[in-house]
Protein backbone atom coordinates (compact mmCIF):
# COMPACT_ATOMS: atom_id res chain seq x y z
CA UNK A 1 0.00 0.00 0.00
CA UNK A 2 2.02 2.87 -1.20
CA UNK A 3 -0.58 5.66 -0.58
CA UNK A 4 -0.72 9.00 -2.61
CA UNK A 5 2.64 8.89 -4.71
CA UNK A 6 3.72 11.89 -6.73
CA UNK A 7 5.91 12.95 -9.55
CA UNK A 8 8.84 14.25 -10.08
CA UNK A 9 10.00 14.89 -6.88
CA UNK A 10 11.88 18.15 -8.35
CA UNK A 11 11.55 20.34 -11.88
CA UNK A 12 12.40 23.26 -13.04
CA UNK A 13 10.84 25.03 -15.77
CA UNK A 14 11.30 27.84 -18.13
CA UNK A 15 8.67 30.65 -18.13
CA UNK A 16 6.03 29.49 -20.92
CA UNK A 17 6.83 25.93 -20.74
CA UNK A 18 4.35 23.47 -19.80
CA UNK A 19 4.10 20.71 -17.27
CA UNK A 20 1.42 17.41 -15.81
CA UNK A 21 2.46 16.82 -12.13
CA UNK A 22 1.47 13.46 -11.79
CA UNK A 23 -0.91 12.24 -8.14
CA UNK A 24 -1.45 9.20 -8.25
CA UNK A 25 -3.22 7.05 -4.72
CA UNK A 26 -4.42 3.22 -4.18
CA UNK A 27 -6.75 3.60 -1.02
CA UNK A 28 -9.29 4.01 -3.38
CA UNK A 29 -10.36 7.40 -1.81
CA UNK A 30 -13.04 9.32 -3.83
CA UNK A 31 -11.70 12.69 -2.68
CA UNK A 32 -8.16 14.18 -3.86
CA UNK A 33 -6.65 17.50 -3.99
CA UNK A 34 -3.48 19.52 -5.10
CA UNK A 35 -2.16 22.22 -2.98
CA UNK A 36 0.65 24.84 -3.36
CA UNK A 37 2.98 25.34 -0.40
CA UNK A 38 4.62 28.54 -0.38
CA UNK A 39 7.14 29.41 2.34
CA UNK A 40 6.19 30.90 5.34
CA UNK A 41 1.97 30.20 3.98
CA UNK A 42 -0.08 27.19 4.77
CA UNK A 43 -1.65 25.18 2.02
CA UNK A 44 -3.67 26.72 -0.21
CA UNK A 45 -6.24 24.40 -2.61
CA UNK A 46 -5.96 24.69 -6.11
CA UNK A 47 -8.02 21.72 -7.06
CA UNK A 48 -10.74 19.16 -5.70
CA UNK A 49 -12.04 16.39 -7.24
CA UNK A 50 -14.78 14.53 -5.31
CA UNK A 51 -14.82 11.46 -7.70
CA UNK A 52 -14.12 10.15 -11.56
CA UNK A 53 -15.37 13.00 -14.18
CA UNK A 54 -15.85 15.69 -11.48
CA UNK A 55 -13.31 18.36 -10.66
CA UNK A 56 -14.08 22.09 -9.11
CA UNK A 57 -11.97 24.49 -8.20
CA UNK A 58 -10.23 25.55 -5.14
CA UNK A 59 -8.96 28.75 -3.71
CA UNK A 60 -6.10 29.39 -6.43
CA UNK A 61 -6.95 27.59 -9.37
CA UNK A 62 -5.73 30.20 -12.18
CA UNK A 63 -3.00 28.50 -14.10
CA UNK A 64 -3.77 25.45 -13.68
CA UNK A 65 -5.76 22.58 -14.68
CA UNK A 66 -6.86 19.43 -13.58
CA UNK A 67 -8.61 16.07 -14.85
CA UNK A 68 -9.96 13.06 -12.98
CA UNK A 69 -10.83 9.77 -15.88
CA UNK A 70 -10.27 7.23 -12.58
CA UNK A 71 -10.28 7.28 -9.20
CA UNK A 72 -6.24 6.81 -8.55
CA UNK A 73 -4.90 9.46 -10.42
CA UNK A 74 -5.31 13.21 -10.47
CA UNK A 75 -2.86 14.64 -13.00
CA UNK A 76 -2.30 18.39 -12.26
CA UNK A 77 -1.51 20.77 -15.82
CA UNK A 78 0.14 23.92 -15.93
CA UNK A 79 0.27 25.49 -19.23
CA UNK A 80 1.92 28.22 -19.79
CA UNK A 81 4.22 28.75 -16.46
CA UNK A 82 4.84 31.31 -14.69
CA UNK A 83 7.62 32.63 -11.78
CA UNK A 84 4.68 33.01 -9.54
CA UNK A 85 3.68 28.99 -9.99
CA UNK A 86 7.05 28.35 -8.25
CA UNK A 87 5.84 26.57 -5.37
CA UNK A 88 6.07 22.98 -3.54
CA UNK A 89 2.69 20.94 -4.75
CA UNK A 90 1.21 18.41 -2.80
CA UNK A 91 -1.30 16.26 -3.64
CA UNK A 92 -3.49 14.64 -1.30
CA UNK A 93 -6.81 12.06 -0.78
CA UNK A 94 -9.58 11.30 1.79
CA UNK A 95 -12.45 8.61 1.75
CA UNK A 96 -14.89 11.24 2.83
CA UNK A 97 -15.00 15.31 2.54
CA UNK A 98 -13.75 16.69 5.62
CA UNK A 99 -12.05 13.43 6.96
CA UNK A 100 -8.22 13.23 7.28
CA UNK A 101 -6.54 13.65 4.49
CA UNK A 102 -2.93 11.74 3.11
CA UNK A 103 -0.75 13.34 1.74
CA UNK A 104 1.95 13.00 -0.87
CA UNK A 105 5.67 13.80 -0.62
CA UNK A 106 5.73 16.72 -2.56
CA UNK A 107 6.75 18.22 -5.99
CA UNK A 108 8.84 21.11 -5.73
CA UNK A 109 8.68 23.33 -8.63
CA UNK A 110 10.56 26.36 -9.73
CA UNK A 111 10.03 28.65 -12.77
CA UNK A 112 13.10 30.45 -14.32
CA UNK B 1 -16.14 31.83 5.55
CA UNK B 2 -13.87 30.05 7.81
CA UNK B 3 -9.89 30.71 8.89
CA UNK B 4 -6.89 29.35 11.08
CA UNK B 5 -4.56 31.66 13.01
CA UNK B 6 -1.53 30.43 14.55
CA UNK B 7 0.36 33.24 16.26
CA UNK B 8 3.10 31.51 16.85
CA UNK B 9 5.92 31.43 13.73
CA UNK B 10 8.61 29.88 15.85
CA UNK B 11 8.91 28.14 18.80
CA UNK B 12 11.88 27.21 20.51
CA UNK B 13 11.46 24.78 23.59
CA UNK B 14 14.53 22.06 24.76
CA UNK B 15 14.28 18.23 24.96
CA UNK B 16 12.40 17.15 27.62
CA UNK B 17 10.42 20.44 27.78
CA UNK B 18 6.93 21.01 27.80
CA UNK B 19 4.87 21.99 24.71
CA UNK B 20 1.82 23.97 23.72
CA UNK B 21 1.48 25.39 20.25
CA UNK B 22 -1.17 27.73 19.55
CA UNK B 23 -4.31 27.74 17.27
CA UNK B 24 -7.21 29.65 16.39
CA UNK B 25 -10.18 29.64 14.34
CA UNK B 26 -13.15 31.40 12.76
CA UNK B 27 -16.07 29.47 12.23
CA UNK B 28 -19.59 30.14 12.93
CA UNK B 29 -20.15 26.60 14.11
CA UNK B 30 -18.87 23.56 15.37
CA UNK B 31 -15.48 22.97 12.84
CA UNK B 32 -14.20 19.87 12.13
CA UNK B 33 -10.10 20.56 13.58
CA UNK B 34 -7.25 18.90 12.67
CA UNK B 35 -3.26 19.23 13.52
CA UNK B 36 -0.33 18.32 10.84
CA UNK B 37 3.24 18.43 11.09
CA UNK B 38 5.61 18.17 8.17
CA UNK B 39 9.23 16.87 8.40
CA UNK B 40 11.50 18.59 6.67
CA UNK B 41 10.95 17.77 2.57
CA UNK B 42 8.10 15.23 3.66
CA UNK B 43 4.25 15.55 3.20
CA UNK B 44 1.69 16.83 6.03
CA UNK B 45 0.95 13.64 8.37
CA UNK B 46 -2.02 14.01 10.82
CA UNK B 47 -0.84 14.04 14.50
CA UNK B 48 -4.99 14.08 15.66
CA UNK B 49 -8.35 15.35 14.84
CA UNK B 50 -11.56 16.91 16.52
CA UNK B 51 -15.19 15.94 14.92
CA UNK B 52 -17.46 16.05 18.18
CA UNK B 53 -17.39 14.66 21.71
CA UNK B 54 -14.86 15.17 24.07
CA UNK B 55 -13.22 18.09 23.81
CA UNK B 56 -9.76 16.58 24.63
CA UNK B 57 -8.56 14.79 22.20
CA UNK B 58 -5.31 12.61 21.74
CA UNK B 59 -3.11 11.94 18.74
CA UNK B 60 0.20 9.99 17.56
CA UNK B 61 3.44 10.69 19.06
CA UNK B 62 2.10 11.58 22.11
CA UNK B 63 0.27 14.75 21.63
CA UNK B 64 -2.96 15.80 22.33
CA UNK B 65 -5.27 18.78 21.73
CA UNK B 66 -8.15 20.81 23.37
CA UNK B 67 -11.26 22.43 21.73
CA UNK B 68 -12.33 24.94 23.54
CA UNK B 69 -15.57 26.33 22.14
CA UNK B 70 -15.47 29.41 23.94
CA UNK B 71 -11.77 30.63 23.02
CA UNK B 72 -12.09 29.57 19.09
CA UNK B 73 -8.98 27.61 20.01
CA UNK B 74 -7.42 23.99 19.39
CA UNK B 75 -3.91 24.03 21.09
CA UNK B 76 -1.73 21.03 20.74
CA UNK B 77 0.18 20.13 23.70
CA UNK B 78 2.95 17.86 24.44
CA UNK B 79 3.95 17.18 28.17
CA UNK B 80 7.66 16.03 26.96
CA UNK B 81 9.33 17.16 23.85
CA UNK B 82 11.80 14.90 22.14
CA UNK B 83 14.67 16.05 19.40
CA UNK B 84 12.58 13.98 16.36
CA UNK B 85 9.64 16.48 17.46
CA UNK B 86 11.25 19.22 15.58
CA UNK B 87 9.02 19.75 12.69
CA UNK B 88 6.66 21.91 11.33
CA UNK B 89 2.74 22.11 12.64
CA UNK B 90 -0.11 23.09 10.79
CA UNK B 91 -3.50 23.41 12.58
CA UNK B 92 -6.27 23.12 9.90
CA UNK B 93 -10.28 23.83 9.94
CA UNK B 94 -13.05 22.07 8.07
CA UNK B 95 -16.25 24.10 7.43
CA UNK B 96 -19.42 23.53 6.10
CA UNK B 97 -17.87 22.55 2.90
CA UNK B 98 -15.79 20.38 4.36
CA UNK B 99 -12.94 21.77 2.44
CA UNK B 100 -9.66 22.51 4.36
CA UNK B 101 -7.81 25.57 5.61
CA UNK B 102 -4.45 25.65 7.21
CA UNK B 103 -2.99 28.21 9.53
CA UNK B 104 0.63 29.43 8.01
CA UNK B 105 2.64 26.97 10.17
CA UNK B 106 4.55 27.24 13.71
CA UNK B 107 7.95 25.89 13.37
CA UNK B 108 9.71 23.87 16.60
CA UNK B 109 13.24 23.72 17.08
CA UNK B 110 14.05 21.53 19.76
CA UNK B 111 17.53 22.03 21.85
CA UNK B 112 19.43 19.62 23.20
Known amino acids: NAGVTQTPKFRILKIGQSMTLQCTQD?????MYWYRQDPGMGLKLIYYSVGAGITDKGEVPNGYNVSRSTTEDFPLRLELAAPSQTSVYFC???????????FGPGTRLTVL | AQSVTQPDIHITVSEGASLELRCNYSYGATPYLFWYVQSPGQGLQLLLKYFSGDTLVQGIKGFEAEFKRSQSSFNLRKPSVHWSDAAEYFCAVAGSARQLTFGSGTQLTVLP
Open chain 1, 27 to 31: MNHNY
Open chain 1, 92 to 102: ASSYRQGDEQF
